[in-house]
C-alpha cells in the first residue's frame, strides 16, 4: 500500500511538472495567424474613439468600429497597448499603476511594475506560481537611452526580449515583439500626426 502510495504521488508530482513545462507565459500567435490578421486591418484608417471603457487611439472601420492595432486609456486598466477586434482586447499590454499584464485576457502573465519581476501566470482564471529562479531572466522594464528614446516592456537577461513599447524622443512610438535586442514579427508605428504605419521585422534566420 505505502508503494502504491509513492507511486500515485510520482506521477502526479511529474505531471505537475509536465503541466508546468507546458506553461507558456502567454499565447504563442503563430505568425500566420498574425499576417492574416494584418492582412485584414492594414488599411484600416487610425483615429480616436471613446467607450464606457476608456478612450482608444488606433485602427478603426469605416464604420467605427475598433479593429486593429492601438491604445486605451482606461480608469480600470490604464494604458492597454496591443490589438483589438471589435472592441474587443485581443493582445497586448494592460499597463496600469502597480502592475503590467502581458497577454490576453485569459492568458497573461503579471509583473510588479515597483521591482520589474514577474509574479504569476494566469490562464483561464487560475493562477500559476513561478519558479524561484524566473525573475532572474524575465523582467518587465523601462530602459532610457542617450538619445532620450525609451523601452517600456519584457527583458530577458537585460535586453528587450518579449512585447514592450519603443517611444522615440521625437514623440513617436512603436509597438512589437523583440528578440535579443532587435524588433521581431509584426508591429505598430504610432506617429505624432496621428497616422499608424504597421510593420513587420524579419530575423537573420527567416
Same mark, same amino acid.
Given at each position: 500500500?505505502?508503494? &502504491?502510495?509513492?507511486?500515485?504521488?510520482?506521477? @502526479? @508530482?511529474?505531471?505537475?511538472?509536465?503541466?508546468?513545462?507546458?506553461? #507558456?507565459?502567454?499565447?504563442?500567435?503563430?505568425?500566420?495567424? #498574425?499576417?492574416?490578421?494584418?492582412?485584414?486591418? +492594414?488599411?484600416?484608417?487610425?483615429?480616436?474613439?471613446?467607450?464606457?471603457?476608456?478612450?482608444?487611439?488606433? $485602427?478603426?472601420? %469605416?464604420? %467605427?468600429?475598433?479593429?486593429?492595432? !492601438?491604445?486605451?486609456?482606461? /480608469?480600470? /486598466?490604464?494604458?492597454?497597448?496591443? $490589438?483589438?477586434? &471589435?472592441?474587443?482586447?485581443?493582445?497586448?499590454?494592460?499597463? *496600469?499603476?502597480?502592475?503590467?499584464?502581458?497577454?490576453?485576457?485569459?492568458?497573461?502573465?503579471?509583473? #510588479? &511594475?515597483?521591482?520589474?519581476?514577474?509574479?504569476?501566470?494566469? +490562464?483561464?482564471?487560475? +493562477?500559476? @506560481?513561478?519558479?524561484? /529562479?524566473?525573475?532572474?531572466?524575465?523582467?518587465?522594464?523601462? &530602459?532610457?537611452?542617450?538619445? !532620450? /528614446?525609451?523601452?517600456?516592456?519584457?527583458?530577458?537577461? *537585460? +535586453?528587450?526580449? *518579449?512585447?514592450?513599447?519603443?517611444?522615440?524622443?521625437?514623440?513617436?512610438?512603436?509597438?512589437?515583439?523583440?528578440?535579443?535586442?532587435?524588433?521581431?514579427?509584426?508591429?505598430?508605428?504610432?506617429?505624432?500626426?496621428?497616422?499608424?504605419?504597421?510593420?513587420?521585422?524579419? !530575423?537573420?534566420?527567416?
Amino acid at each position: 500500500m505505502k508503494r &502504491l502510495f509513492f507511486l500515485i504521488m510520482l506521477v @502526479s @508530482s511529474v505531471a505537475a511538472n509536465a503541466q508546468f513545462a507546458r506553461l #507558456d507565459k502567454y499565447p504563442n500567435i503563430p505568425t500566420q495567424y #498574425d499576417a492574416a490578421f494584418v492582412d485584414f486591418v +492594414k488599411d484600416f484608417a487610425s483615429g480616436v474613439a471613446k467607450s464606457s471603457y476608456g478612450q482608444y487611439f488606433g $485602427q478603426i472601420t %469605416r464604420e %467605427r468600429n475598433i479593429y486593429g492595432f !492601438g491604445a486605451y486609456y482606461t /480608469d480600470q /486598466d490604464g494604458v492597454v497597448y496591443g $490589438q483589438y477586434r &471589435l472592441g474587443n482586447f485581443l493582445f497586448g499590454i494592460k499597463m *496600469g499603476v502597480q502592475t503590467a499584464k502581458v497577454g490576453s485576457n485569459d492568458h497573461y502573465i503579471c509583473y #510588479d &511594475l515597483t521591482t520589474g519581476d514577474p509574479l504569476y501566470i494566469s +490562464k483561464n482564471g487560475d +493562477k500559476y @506560481s513561478l519558479p524561484a /529562479d524566473y525573475g532572474q531572466n524575465y523582467r518587465f522594464e523601462s &530602459l532610457t537611452y542617450q538619445n !532620450g /528614446d525609451k523601452y517600456v516592456g519584457e527583458t530577458v537577461n *537585460g +535586453k528587450r526580449e *518579449g512585447v514592450g513599447i519603443y517611444y522615440y524622443n521625437n514623440g513617436n512610438y512603436y509597438y512589437g515583439k523583440y528578440l535579443n535586442n532587435e524588433r521581431r514579427g509584426f508591429g505598430a508605428m504610432f506617429f505624432t500626426n496621428n497616422t499608424i504605419t504597421i510593420q513587420y521585422w524579419k !530575423g537573420e534566420d527567416e
